[in-house]
């Protein structure tokens, strides 16, 4: 529970008026810490665009099976290879000499540098990311992502 007015309130409120548009107005910009104290409150999975929380919507049956063929084709072709592939991973969209502003939580991730790699997150640039569309999110997957 947030009290009137505190920034977690703010963010869960903007949320809610959102959520159904699955976009937040560019005039509602939310600090980078105060969505990060909402991203460890809340059961939703978010993504940060520069002051923008982008509520993502949960993967249908479809999607899971194809994201899971995608991954067990890429785990066997990163076999032998300096590659690595991980699925749903939070990544901060960053190069060293920029300050982070971006997290999405793509599909598919592959990466060969592994230092910006943390237990449940990565930080950097991956090699590739592979993003399965749906039509609920499309427009943000496509032109966004």
Known sequence: MYNRGSPSCEIENVLHRKR?????DDKE????????KLDRKSQDRLEYFDGKIIPLSLPTAEHQRILFNFAVELKDYCK???YKAYVS?????EREEEIAKIR???DIIIISDKTGLKEN?????????????????????????
């Open 20 to 24: 159904s548009e699955n976009m937040i």
């Open 80 to 82: 032998e290879k300096p």
């Open 29 to 36: 910009k939310i600090r980078i810490e105060n969505f990060l």
């Open 121 to 145: 997150e990565y930080r950097g640039i991956p090699d590739l990311i592979i993003e399965v569309l749906n039509p609920y999110n499309q427009s943000h997957d496509r032109i966004r992502k």
């Open 104 to 106: 999405v939580q793509p």
């Open 89 to 93: 991973l939070n990544t901060w969209l």
